[in-house]
């Protein structure tokens, strides 16, 4: 089952913040990050393992909260650079384990105006 | 350059032609998988890979054949394409056991099957 991501949309101006938000039905391994300009491949922004870790790259970061299988990812001072499709991708594990299979959300589309 | 290297990057086909898109990794990684894209739908995996001569199917691997023969390749097969088959398909590969590490994506092959 593919994980749910909100909103949809995103519309900033440059300098204002926003925030993804990402939740799952199934108990998370891990979650991942990924941001997709039009016409371009997806590329990773960062991964977050079970055990409520959050991570940072530059102004963007992210949290992960393994009791509520939600993920959020934050982008703080948006630049022109940040639009684009934001896709968080799910895996599912237990135990420490894998199950090697990554499942991504529906993606949300964020545009930053001058 | 370490790299995922898809061919073709443009598909024009007719229904029922068997064809092949190829996919290629430098990086001796271990993992490797297929994502079609479609409007609204996001990254939806076809088939994934964990190792050299183990497959297993995503969630929308009907119509679709692999083979990882060698750990650097890994081909998708459409033996009998249709119309519903028409979109943007992504490989992608990652380093260590299953899917915690960051995937690293081709650059995608537009199909469109008439």
């Known amino acids: 089952q593919q994980p749910v991501q909100s909103p949809q949309a995103v519309i900033l101006r440059e300098g204002e913040d926003a925030v993804i938000n990402c939740s799952s039905s199934?108990?998370?391994?891990?979650v991942h990050w990924y941001r997709q300009k039009h016409g371009e491949a997806p590329i990773f922004l960062m991964i977050l393992l079970k055990g409520g870790e959050q991570k940072g790259h530059d102004k963007i970061s992210a949290s992960f909260n393994e009791k509520k299988q939600q993920s959020s990812l934050y982008l703080t001072a948006s630049q022109l650079s940040y639009s684009g499709t934001y896709f968080c991708?799910?895996?599912?594990?237990?135990?420490?384990?894998?199950?090697?299979?990554?499942?991504f959300g529906q993606g949300t589309i964020l545009t930053v105006h001058p | 350059e370490a790299q995922v290297t898809q061919n073709p990057r443009y598909l024009i086909t007719v229904t029922g032609k068997k064809l092949t898109v190829t996919c290629s990794q430098n990086?001796?990684?271990?993992?490797m998988s297929w994502y079609r894209q479609d409007p609204g739908l996001g990254l939806r995996q076809i088939y994934y890979s964990m190792n050299v001569e183990v497959t297993d199917k995503g969630d929308v691997p009907e119509g679709y054949k692999v083979s990882r023969k060698e750990k650097r390749n890994f081909p998708l097969i459409l033996e009998s394409p249709s119309p519903n088959q028409t979109s943007l398909y992504f490989c992608?590969?990652?380093?260590?056991?299953?899917?915690?590490?960051?995937?690293?994506f081709g650059s995608g092959t537009r199909l469109t099957v008439v």
């Open positions: 990086m001796n990684h271990e993992y």
């Open positions: 991708g799910t895996e599912a594990g237990a135990g420490g384990t894998s199950y090697g299979k990554l499942t």
């Open positions: 199934k108990a998370l391994y891990s």
């Open positions: 992608a590969s990652s380093s260590g056991q299953g899917a915690s590490y960051g995937y690293t």
